[in-house]
């Protein structure tokens, strides 16, 4: 959102599967009971969808924080994963991805904005092959809305 890119869910996960070798694809989620049809949609194109239960502020904004269960998942299915695929940018999971690159378990981390990400990863994974930039993918990943002439 950041880059003003409207991620097209169902190429993105066709890129994580074609050109990353991803088999299974979590997306850790806050459930709203209005979603459930997108919800419905993302399983379709094959994502494993995990909720976070969600909070209204007082003045109406939802706030769920998904960290702990992507940590706990990823931990759950560390001895499965031959290699992994981290969807991030966020610094709160640095302690994960080194882990995972530091015993041969991180295929690439995907990170949403190149001109916005942690500077933990930014340190740990500058110029590494193992990264790759949503903003680089726009033109594949980009949402295009369908015109009918």
């Known amino acids: 959102q950041d880059l003003g890119l409207k991620l097209d869910f169902r190429r993105f996960r066709v890129y994580l599967k074609e050109k990353c070798g991803v088999g299974k694809a979590y997306l850790f989620i806050g459930y709203l009971p209005e ?4 919800y419905r949609v993302l399983q379709e194109y094959g994502y494993v969808l995990i909720f976070k239960p969600i909070l209204k502020t007082k003045d109406g ?8 269960e992507l940590v706990l998942q990823a931990m759950i299915d560390y001895p499965a994963y031959r290699q992994a695929v981290i969807v991030t940018g966020d610094g709160d999971f640095h302690c994960l991805v080194k882990y995972f690159a530091e015993n041969d378990k991180l295929a690439r981390l995907i990170v949403p904005n190149r001109f916005k990400y942690s500077i933990l990863l930014r340190r740990a994974f500058i110029a590494s ?14 949402y295009k809305t369908q015109h009918r002439g």
């Open 61 to 68: 904004h939802v706030k769920g924080n998904v960290d702990a």
């Open 129 to 142: 092959p193992q990264i790759t930039f949503l903003n680089d993918l726009q033109h594949l990943l980009e």
């Open 35 to 38: 979603n459930a049809n997108m």
